[in-house]
Structures are given as C-alpha cells and as structure tokens.
C-alpha cells in the first residue's frame, strides 16, 4: 500500500519543501514533475502529509518503481502496467510482486527497473539553461560553425549502405574497413580491438591523437558502430541511421575538424561492436583499459542516437552520474553558448557505452536526443536516413565538439579567423 501525489515542479519549490522534513515521505524528481509518495498506512503523519500537496491517489496492489528504457521498449512489452508518470526514456509505473517478477524475465538490455530512489531527481533541466547570458569565445565558435550537415549526411549515406551492421555480419567488417580508412586519412593511428559476442568475434576501433603536453590527460570521444534489427532477427536490413550511424557520423566530424589542429591533451575516439549485444564493446575496453590510462582519463562523451527530433522544442538530454557532474556542466554550458538545444540532465545512467566507464568510477556521459523514447523506428528496418533532423544533429555535435576542444586545450589558428573574417565580409 502507498499514497502518492504529483507535483508540478514549480509548485514544489513552496510546499514540497518544507513536506520534504516529514519523516516517511519520500519524493522523486522527474523534471517539471515531482512524486511525493509515503507507504504503510494511510492515515499515518506522512500520508496526511501528502494529502496537502494536491489529490492524493492510494494503491495497495503494488509499489512505484523507476523504470528507464532505451526507446519506447518498455511501453511495448508491458502494455498493461499502470504508468504514474511519463518522462519518456523514464517512467514512474506501479509493479505487484507479480507484475515485478515479469518484468524482470524480459528483454533485459532494453530497460531496467528499480523501485522508485527515495528523494532523488532523475531527470532536472540543466542548471545552466536559459538562466545566464550567452557567453562565446571567437575562436570556439569558428571551430563550431565547421560543423557540417553536408558532411555528417555524406557519413550517414555511406554507413547505412552496409544492409546491416550487426557486429557479427559481413557489413559491420565493412562498416569498419570504411571508418578505419577515414581516420587514417585525417591523420589519426587507428587500431582495432577485438572483442567477442556471444561465441563470434567482433572489434572495436581507436583512433588516437597525441597531445602536445608532457604528460598529458586522455579524452575520449565515443559511440556505437554497429546496429540491430530487433524484429526481423539478425540477418535483416538495420541501417541504424539514428542508432547509431549519427553517432559515428559525429565522431567522424569531430574527428575531420580537430584534425590538423595543436591540442594540449591526447584525444581518443573509439567506435565500439557489440553495443546491441550488451554493451560489449566498451566493457571490454575498459577491462582492458591501462592504470595510466584510468589516471589520466578526463572525460568520455558519448553519442548515442543524436539524429532524430522528437518533441518541437530541439533537446538534448546529459545522461550520466555524480562522477560525471563535472562533464555534465560543461556539456551544458556548451550547449547553452555555442546551440539552440534544450537540455535535460539524468543521472540514472542506462543502456550505452557510457555505463561500463560509470560503473568503474570513470566520468562519462550519454548525449541523446531528447525524447527518445518517441522514436519508433529504432531497432527495425524502417530507422533509416529519413528520420534524421541535421539541424539536431549539428547542434548536438557542435555542443560536443566545443567541449572536447575545450577539454584537450585545442589551439584555434589564425587561419580560422581569417577564414571567419573572410566569410562575414561576403554577408556585408
Ligand atoms: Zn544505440
């Protein structure tokens, strides 16, 4: 049995803070919307609390959970679960021990649930958004206006001709030679890695930078190579134009952009297999990853699903954990200077590469296209170049670029501002 009451934030600030300091009444934050909820009986101090926050609901055939799903996965499996709230890529839902026991035994890489963390924020709007000027440095945005929709569509073309990019197929190995070839063109030492999926082998490829330091710190820049077809099985079409052929496409742009450029710190980009298996890839990186390389590691941004716009407000949600608060705020600012993008913040990280860095203490970061979870086509034959919205996709690469070139301490040259100078001439 619980009570429970939703809370528009902005009521929240008055009220909610103060029920806060009742003893047995627990809150959870999903962005514009605050549960505050309290279990056992009804009638006990807390839930009389509750019942001043608005109309309160009662329920004794489950307990709230938290519930974060990549897509909408969650939704379509479960149907019938009772939703209390519906933050997209994370939902409130109601679970009996029953329906909790079900939930459990599906399709785990997809969603995960938990019961509702007590007096948490799961998802907040970014603390820089929207509530200081507009603060840019020149030179940041010479480099982000390089940023470019043609270049990120010739990449996208060419990564959904493979038919599929399973880590197991023939048009991943080829997904892969085209990538490598990429890089080492532009400059970088490519190397592959390889992992294995289930009892087949597959790789992962790393593209590396040096700084000009020392003893330089590493940054990493990241996302998944390969794609899935989930409802027609292994062989099918997946072009995976959003998932995650965007993601790649940035880590190619980024890589074109900062390529013949000074940095202070070593850049790595690594484009990771076996993601749609578990995240196999990047657990196997960071299981392999040096001591030095934990040292020294400052931050790794991964892009996962960055293509698609799901909501009319452009939006980017910072998935990561209090590890990564620091990355998150640069991100966000980033965003807030050099974009148009909304954002959100979360720090339940769930179901990219930035998870196994998370859960060995290194600070990564999921960036996604807001509302995820709107978009059907992920996982089938129909995610497919049609879906992708270039004007989302350069702002979030740009948000990403200026982070890492602020990150490695890239040295913008005069090139650029005689490029720049050259170009708002021709508009006068
Ligand atoms: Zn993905």
Redesign the pocket.
């Known amino acids: 049995m619980y009570t429970y009451v939703i809370v528009p934030a902005s009521v929240d600030l008055a009220a909610g803070r103060s029920a806060r300091r009742e003893p047995g009444l627990k809150w959870c934050r999903f962005g514009d919307r605050v549960i505050y909820w309290t279990t056992g009986v009804a009638d006990s101090a807390a839930g009389r609390r509750v019942r001043t926050l608005g109309t309160a609901e009662q329920s004794s055939r489950g307990l709230p959970h938290l519930v974060v799903q990549s897509g909408n996965s969650f939704r379509e499996n479960f149907p019938g679960i009772r939703v209390i709230v519906d933050c997209g890529r994370y939902l409130a839902v109601e679970l009996s021990d029953d329906e909790v026991l079900a939930v459990s035994h599906g399709s785990g890489a997809d969603y995960g649930v938990e019961p509702l963390p007590p007096n948490v924020t799961v998802v907040v709007e970014a603390r820089h958004a929207g509530r200081r000027a507009r603060t840019t440095d020149l030179a940041l945005t010479v480099l982000a206006d390089q940023v470019s929709a043609t270049h990120l569509k010739d990449s996208l073309l060419t990564l959904t001709t493979f038919g599929t990019r399973h880590s197991l197929s023939e048009g991943y190995r080829q997904a892969g030679d085209w990538v490598t070839e990429v890089l080492r063109t532009l400059g970088y030492a490519v190397t592959r890695i390889a992992i294995s999926v289930g009892t087949g082998s597959s790789f992962s490829i790393v593209a590396d930078k040096p700084g000009r330091l020392g003893n330089p710190q590493l940054v990493l820049v990241t996302a998944?190579l390969d794609s899935i077809n989930h409802a027609d099985g292994p062989l099918a079409p997946a072009p995976g134009a959003d998932?995650?052929a965007s993601g790649s496409a940035g880590v190619l742009e980024i890589a074109r952009i900062l390529a013949d450029r000074a940095d202070d710190q070593d850049l790595r980009l690594v484009l990771f297999g076996g993601?749609e298996e578990g995240l196999l890839g990047s657990e196997q990186y960071v299981q392999g990853l040096s001591q030095r390389d934990r040292n020294r590691l400052l931050a790794v941004i991964n892009m996962?699903?960055v293509g698609s716009l799901n909501s009319a407000r452009p939006a980017v949600l910072l998935e990561g954990a209090p590890v990564s608060q620091g990355l998150i705020d640069e991100l966000a600012a980033s965003a807030h200077d050099y974009t148009t993008l909304a954002v959100d913040v979360s720090l339940h990280p769930f179901a990219?590469d930035h998870v196994p860095f998370i859960t060995a203490g290194l600070p990564a970061v999921l960036t996604i296209e807001g509302s995820d979870s709107a978009n059907h086509n992920v996982h089938t034959r129909d995610d497919t170049l049609a879906t992708i919205n270039y004007s989302l996709l350069c702002d979030i690469i740009r948000m990403n670029l200026v982070t890492t070139a602020k990150l490695i301490g890239t040295k913008t040259s005069i090139n650029d501002l005689e490029r720049w100078r050259q170009s708002s001439m021709d508009l006068d």
């Open positions: 998944h998932d995650n993601e996962d699903m990219s």
